[in-house]
């Protein structure tokens, strides 16, 4: 009988939750590198139940034990509306509501004014199945989220009103993941897209 070590055992359990996810087809393949993996970030300050976004590198990573993470791959805010910083998760939603921000609705009125009054959670919602609310150090909304898509094309670009987002099923694993109290870690970007 082969011995496995902890760290073995911890990698195949956390593998194992991915099984059911993969197996059920995606309309959108995507690429290989966005499939959640998990991974060794060789990161000792890196804490267990932090999520840290990457957003040059379009990856989202939620750490576990010993320097290892379940890294997702995310589409990003477009330029300009990116925001770095550190925040907490203060709220999760199943099928959130959603409302555009006015700033939105400024930015682009054809495209979001018929929502100003909302959208309720469901498959057209833009917010996906599942939503956590990023909160400042003072308690207050940034209005930023990490959310699931109901476009997963997007997966791997800057495109987002400054959000993180996953595909749906990657959200869904996410969402049961993470804890309100979590911290996270929007890294700022390098590159200008």
Not at 86 to 92: D, G, H, L, Q, Y
Not at 136 to 160: F, Q, W
Request: net charge positive.
């Amino acid at each position: 009988m082969q011995n496995f070590t902890r760290r073995e055992l911890i990698c195949a359990g956390a593998m194992g939750c991915f099984l059911p996810t993969t197996a059920w087809a995606h309309k959108v393949k995507l690429p290989e590198r966005f499939e959640p993996q998990l991974v060794n970030t060789r990161r000792g300050d890196w804490v267990k139940g932090d999520v840290h976004v990457v957003p040059d590198d379009f990856f989202l990573y939620f750490m576990l034990e010993d320097g290892m993470a379940i890294r997702y791959g995310v589409g990003v805010g477009r330029k300009g509306l990116y925001e770095p910083g550190e925040f907490t998760v203060a709220r999760k939603a199943k099928w959130p509501w959603w409302r555009p921000t006015n700033a939105m609705i400024r930015r682009e009125p054809r495209k979001y004014a018929k929502y100003k009054d909302g959208l309720k959670g469901g498959p057209n919602n833009p917010l996906g199945a599942r939503a956590l609310y990023l909160y400042d150090a003072e308690g207050r909304d940034t209005y930023l989220r990490i959310h699931g898509t109901n476009a997963p094309e997007t997966i791997g670009s800057a495109v987002s009103n400054g959000y993180a987002r996953l595909t749906n099923e990657h959200v869904k694993d996410l969402y049961e993941r993470v804890e309100i109290g979590a911290r996270v870690f929007l890294y700022p970007k390098v590159t200008t897209a």
